[in-house]
Nanobody, 124 residues
């Protein structure tokens, strides 16, 4: 079983930056593909970004491409989502997710393990 714990959310002004982290345990971290999703009130959970096991390949939703960067540190068992040029519409609970497959899935159903989420609020 994989346990995922997010941290680093908070309140930031529009145009600002924030980095959220996801600490993993219970499996060899380098065997996991990691994803980030977000869910705003009244909306479905949506894909944000994903990163391969070795960190050499990543995938982004169009709405965050060129503003967000996903990364990972395998020796530290941690994945990161660096968010720049934040907008009010980025306000959501951000979740990290993991699967044991090699594809960089962009749907909720492609991930088996989920964190509890961390709130990111962007004020205008």
């Amino acid at each position: 079983q994989v346990q995922l714990v997010e941290s680093g959310g908070g309140l930031v002004q529009a145009g600002g930056s924030l980095r959220v982290s996801c600490a993993a345990s219970g499996r060899t971290f380098s065997s996991l593909t990691m994803g980030w999703f977000r869910q705003a009130p009244g909306k479905e959970r949506e894909f944000v970004a994903a990163i391969s096991r070795t960190g050499d390949v990543s995938n982004y939703a169009g709405s965050v491409k060129d503003r967000f960067t996903v990364s990972r540190n395998n020796p530290k068992n941690t994945a990161y989502l660096q968010m720049n040029a934040l907008r009010p519409e980025d306000t959501a609970v951000y979740y990290c997710a993991a699967n044991e497959y090699q594809n960089l899935g962009s749907t909720v159903g492609q991930y088996d393990y989920w964190g509890q989420g961390t709130q990111v609020t962007v004020s205008s």
